[in-house]
């Protein structure tokens, strides 16, 4: 508290100087009949050479900083079109800055050159289109550069990924990551939000469609239901007690669950025993993306609740996570977690996958570490007995048999054409 | 001889000359006051984030004292953050660089230099002033919700914004968010189509639409884009109102919200970002293009030289307005879409450098051979150049899709525009302030003390916005509350953004600090300031002809007749360095 009465007064009287200040000022200058418009030749000086002083000290520190913080800070790309990223990175530069230094140091000489001189009249040159015409045709020429390089890369980078990429889907909700690896079909199990549980029997975060998971959240939904119905029941008995709006938000709630166990009983009878199998060998976790060297990856993104983004600064990739939706990226790691520690002279240097896009109070906290390896280390790293990854369909001795779940007769009939396209 | 203007003079009470005037001239001073009022508080937001980015966790005395329990202990909250940074931005954004600036200028400045009465219609523009700050006051109030403000980013993209189950202020702070903002744009639209009738039908005679000076031409085309790109943020801000009040599903599909599943689905919440952005890119220009167009005019007057190719000027603001509708894209690279649409954004993109780049070096020209006078709008002029090339070449970089990969959403692109905004649009302004306080207060303001002022914002606002350059090619994302997770995996990173860190907050401080000169140089001069004369800059346009008084009606004889151009500086055969557009050309002299 004192340091603050402190500052406060320093601010206060620092106005009253300078009010004061004014003031003495202004009686000086009413005496000479000086106007503030008329700038004397002095102060005039003073402020084109400051220009010059200030260009450089500016471009100075642009220098310090790009020696001091520049490329060297954040690693080589560490994917094979970072690397090409990187390319086109210093050719734009050296573009960006060649502009960059040389107009602005036009613009300051030319502040300091052209100050006010007694005597000498402004020189009249209203217009010249050749000059102009030449200042448009040079940006537009190295701006043609720019846009037919960036877009060859663009093309190849957002291109489809070959068939030797491996699929593995990040699943982000607030406020982490989850991998999901399609296993040996390279193919990724269907999903659906409406399937998505932390029921402790089965829980299934990623929504992932299995005949198992259909039954199981259909289950969970109806316990919901009954144990709703109950306590409304008891309400209703005077044996239990619930406000008003309590009471009927309960009941547009189990109304909501149970049209949604009618849409899951609907996508059942779509879906045949076939789309468990394709989920069948998918495994799942959330504690680190484990990625294989020189193999190329295809991602796909989903989000459970708001826009994320991943973003891999190492491997120079990022793609948003939405809601309702599928974005893909793809790229080839190119370095070993261990082959970067010893390039960056870390030996506690781990890549990492961070969330970009504001998700909530805790994004900055949201994020998966990413670690690349050799092909052997991740065959023992994705061994289900070394309990990193979770199969998404439990192996057999692990398998919790399906509940017996009975589809409600009048919700059938009523909803039937609903679901069915 | 004042009989002409006393023909609808009617009497005037306190209440209808300082509060529900009609009057453009007192408009323009209302929507100055209080945009500098908002520009305050934002300042001060952006000085409480800054402290936690330098010093993340440690309890911090001035955060206590104005934050109270929003800084528990004196280090302040993680939802908290979040809502200074968004209520910070939407402030500055709208509040400041469109009410603040359009508002003000465009206000002060048509019928001034259009040889005008006043606006097309008073009462529309009275309206437009005290809907801005009804929608100031709720924006303000947003910050003492106890859920606290919106907090999703100025940009508030859905679902975050509509759900208040996914952060506590997309609940009542985002209501009253969206409620600002509604009342805001009908301001800016009434506001607009009232410059945009004014410019059409009102000049004087002789002011030929080739006559106007480039500040018009700046007013007239934001005007344009505003009316034109304001009405789909209304849309979008409608339709988010429904998904949040009435269940609808356009920005939803099949999300869980907290542990509440919902049933919307269909929806995109792409879909908002494109409307959104489809004004969001025109708002920058709508920010930038009056603030070229006050520099236009001071760089000629200071260097007693006309502006260099008056004709590209115009060629390019009507360039920049055009495209600045097909580029909206850029903001969304990473958002899905499609790579070959993605490309198309990138061409038009760029294509916008090169109408900028005639500007840039059209200004380097008008210097060229000059004889600069370096009055604190000047000096604030040649800081705006200087920052719009520095902004302007790293949207060079952000718009090339594949260098966007690594930099999207970092630090580079808050200091990409802050340079643009931040600087050069709010240099704008200052320049502005600077230049025609004599004609709207009738006082000068002190130009020792307004260039004072210049040198320690122009370096400590660099400070602030150079560095921040670095912070976002190490890898940095915006938005972060702290940078705690670079601690584990990259030390050497962290150091680095911490270092960076430290060096931009003392800055931010220093930078605020500066602008209690502004203040009171500003507020000082209104009631102590030297008495203006009539055209103290010796300049060509014809506000520079009305009384120091402000008198109803702007002329009190017949209103001038315009017979040039505004930018006959140092014309050869010419007695003066200047020549007023109301002089009638010589026999044989030429039009420019
Ligand atoms: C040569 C001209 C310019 C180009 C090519 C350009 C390009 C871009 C691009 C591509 C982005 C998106 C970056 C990203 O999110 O990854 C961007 C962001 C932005 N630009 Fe520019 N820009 C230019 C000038 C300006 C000007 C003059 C202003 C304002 C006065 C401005 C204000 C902004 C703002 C506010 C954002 C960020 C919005 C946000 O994400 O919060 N830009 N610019
Ligand atoms: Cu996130
Ligand atoms: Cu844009």
Redesign the pocket.
């Known amino acids: 508290m004192g340091s603050k009465v402190i500052i406060l007064i320093v601010i206060i009287l620092a106005i009253v100087a300078v009010a004061q200040l004014l003031k003495m000022y202004d009686a000086i200058v009413a005496v000479r009949g000086k106007r503030e418009e008329d700038v004397d030749l002095k102060t005039n000086n003073l402020n084109a050479t400051l220009f010059i002083v200030f260009m450089v000290v500016f471009f100075g520190s642009f220098f310090y900083l790009i020696s001091e913080y520049g490329r060297g800070r954040m690693p080589i790309a560490a994917s094979e079109h970072g690397v090409e990223i990187d390319w086109l990175y210093g050719i734009n530069w050296v573009i960006v800055f060649t502009v960059y230094l040389l107009t602005n140091a036009l613009l300051f000489i030319f502040a300091f050159r052209y100050r006010y001189k007694p005597g000498v009249k402004a020189f009249y040159y209203p217009h010249n289109n050749k000059l102009e015409m030449i200042w448009t045709v040079i940006p537009a020429a190295a701006l043609a550069v720019i846009i037919i390089l960036g877009l060859m890369t663009w093309n190849n980078i957002m291109g489809k990924a070959s068939d030797d990429a491996v699929v593995v889907e990040i699943y982000a909700k607030q406020f982490d990551f989850t991998a999901r690896y399609s296993g040996d079909d390279n193919k990724l199990g269907y999903s659906d939000y409406k399937l998505i549980s932390n029921y402790a029997d089965n829980s299934n975060p990623l929504g992932v469609v299995t005949q198992n998971n259909m039954d199981w959240r259909i289950f969970e939904i109806q316990q919901g239901i009954l144990e709703a119905d109950s306590l409304l029941k008891a309400v209703d008995e005077g044996k239990a007690i619930l406000s008003k709006a309590n009471y009927l938000k309960r009941v547009k709630e189990s109304e909501k669950m149970a049209r949604i166990e009618t849409r899951i009983w609907n996508m059942k009878e779509r879906f045949g025993d076939s789309v468990t199998v394709l989920a069948n060998d998918d495994f799942y976790t959330k504690t680190q993306l484990f990625l294989v060297e020189d193999q190329e990856y295809s991602f796909v993104f989903r989000s459970q609740d708001v826009i994320h983004s991943a973003y891999f600064p190492h491997f120079r990739a990022q793609m948003n996570c939405v809601p309702g939706q599928r974005t893909t990226f793809k790229f080839k790691p190119t370095m070993t977690t261990a082959e970067m520690r010893k390039e960056t002279n870390n030996p506690e240097f781990n890549y990492i996958l961070l969330c970009n896009k504001i998700c909530g109070k805790s994004h900055s906290m949201m994020n998966m570490p990413v670690y690349v390896g050799t092909q052997e280390e991740f065959d023992a790293w994705s061994d289900l007995e070394a309990g990193n990854v979770k199969p998404i369909v439990a192996a057999d001795s692990l398998l919790v048999a399906a509940p017996h779940i009975v589809k409600p007769v009048v919700e059938e009939s009523t909803n039937d054409h609903g679901g069915h396209h | 001889m004042a009989a002409t203007a006393h023909d609808h003079h009617v009497k005037e009470s306190f209440i209808t000359k300082y509060l529900f005037s009609q009057d453009h001239k007192m408009i323009a001073k209302q929507f100055l006051v209080t945009a500098i009022f908002m520009a305050i508080v934002a300042v001060m937001l952006s000085i409480f984030f800054r402290i936690q980015l330098a010093w993340p966790g440690e309890s911090n005395s001035t955060l206590a004292f104005f934050l109270g329990d929003w800084a528990p202990d004196g280090v302040l909250d993680r939802s908290m953050y979040l809502g200074l940074v968004t209520i910070h931005g939407t402030i500055m954004v709208f509040f400041v660089l469109t009410g603040g600036l359009s508002g003000t200028f465009s206000n002060l400045l048509i019928p001034l230099q259009l040889g005008a009465r006043d606006m097309a219609s008073g009462l529309l523009n009275m309206i437009s002033y005290w809907l801005f700050f009804l929608s100031s006051v709720i924006m303000l109030a947003s910050l003492f919700v106890e859920t606290g403000p919106a907090a999703a980013g100025?940009?508030v993209y859905p679902p975050l914004s509509v759900y208040e189950q996914t952060m506590p202020g997309s609940g009542m702070g985002m209501t009253l968010w969206l409620t600002s903002m509604t009342i805001f744009i009908a301001s800016s639209l009434l506001g607009s189509l009232n410059y945009v009738v004014t410019v059409l039908n009102l000049r004087t005679k002789g002011m030929k639409m080739t006559r106007m000076p480039l500040t018009i031409w700046a007013f007239f085309i934001t005007a344009v884009l505003g009316i034109l790109s304001f009405p789909v943020l209304v849309s979008a801000v409608v339709l988010m109102l429904m998904d949040r009040t009435l269940g609808t599903s356009f920005y939803i599909n099949d999300a869980i919200v907290g542990t509440e599943i919902l049933e919307q689905s269909g929806g995109s919440p792409i879909l908002y970002e494109h409307l959104f952005w489809f004004l969001g890119h025109p708002e920058?220009?709508i920010?930038?293009l009056p603030a070229l167009g006050l520099t236009s005019e001071i760089v000629s007057t200071n260097s007693r030289k006309p502006i260099f190719g008056y004709r590209a000027m115009i060629g390019s603001i009507l360039a920049i307005g055009f495209l600045s509708f097909i580029v909206w894209g850029?903001?969304m690279f990473l958002t899905g879409m499609n790579p070959f649409l993605g490309g198309v954004f990138v061409f038009t993109?760029?294509l916008?450098?090169i109408p900028?780049a005639v500007k840039v070096f059209n200004y380097i020209t008008t210097l060229w051979k000059g004889s600069i006078r370096y009055t604190p709008a000047m000096l604030f002029s040649i800081g705006l150049v200087s920052s719009f090339i520095t902004?302007?070449i790293t949207?060079?970089i952000?718009?090339d899709s594949t260098l966007?990969i690594p930099?999207?959403?970092t630090y580079f692109?808050v200091a990409?525009?802050h340079v643009?905004?931040g600087l050069?649009?709010i240099f704008g302004l200052f320049a502005g302030v600077y230049h025609w306080f004599p004609k709207m207060y009738g006082k000068m303001m002190n130009t020792k003390l307004g260039q004072t002022h210049f040198w320690l914002t122009f370096v400590s606002a660099y400070g602030v916005f150079f560095p921040m350059h670095f912070v976002g090619i190490g890898g940095a994302p915006r938005r972060y509350y702290d940078y705690s997770v670079y601690e584990g995996f990259d030390g050497n990173q962290f150091e680095m953004i911490m270092d960076l860190n430290v060096v931009i907050s003392i800055f931010a401080i220093v930078a605020g600090f500066a602008q209690i000169l502004f203040l009171i140089n500003f507020f000082w001069s209104i009631w102590n300031g030297q008495k203006a004369t009539e055209n103290p800059w010796r300049a060509n346009s014809l506000e520079w002809t009305t009384p120091v008084e402000h008198v109803h009606g702007n002329w009190p004889g017949e209103l001038p007749e315009v017979h040039r151009w505004p930018y006959d500086y140092s014309k050869p055969g010419m007695d003066e360095d200047y020549v007023p557009q109301i002089v009638p050309l010589k026999e044989g002299e030429e039009d420019h």
């Open positions: 100025w940009t920058v220009y920010v930038l850029h903001h993109t760029l916008i450098a900028s902004g302007g949207g060079i952000l718009a966007d930099v999207h959403d692109v990409h525009f643009v905004m050069s649009a």
